[in-house]
């Protein structure tokens, strides 16, 4: 699916599950928000599924940054890969696993089609996330299961 096809599925999606911290809530590994003035404008009266996937599934705010290691999301979902705290190496695969479960039965319990995500995040980032020390091409943890279930994901940066 094209950026425009995804951006035109946006805008008639009449409910869309968000990135929490798109909408300006402080729930980031680093205590911040990332709200986009862009992300408001293009979810203008739509429903709105707020979730942050990491937070949803116990991870405190502020947390350790996490990494994917040996694979993207898909690769984590498969058991292939790991999610793990970039400093100490904790492993934080349940965790991602779970909060991406987490988002998909929001989006199931509302009728969600569409996601607005945070790109490059190790669990949103729909067409980039970091993995191995370095941003590579692929979905984070919830995007790829997201994806896997039939929803659209729209990254941030295609606004």
Known sequence: MTREERVAALREAPVVLVSACLLGEACRYDGMSKGSSKVLQALEGKEVVPMCPETGA??????PAVE??????????????????????KDRTEA???????ALA????????????????PSCGTQGTH???????????????????????VSDEEL
Do not use: N, Y
Not at 73 to 86: D, I, P
Not at 108 to 117: N, S, T, Y
């Open 96 to 102: 991602f696993r779970h909060g991406a479960e987490l």
């Open 131 to 153: 993995v191995d020390g370095a941003v590579v091409r692929g979905q984070g943890v919830t995007a790829a299961l997201l994806s896997q279930a039939g929803l659209i994901v």
């Open 58 to 63: 116990g991870l405190g705010i502020p947390r």
């Open 68 to 89: 994917l290691k040996g694979g993207a999301g898909a690769e984590v979902l498969a058991g292939k890969a790991r999610a793990a705290e970039v400093e100490s190496g």
């Open 106 to 121: 929001a989006a199931r319990r509302f009728g969600v089609r569409v996601a607005l995500l945070k790109e490059r995040s």
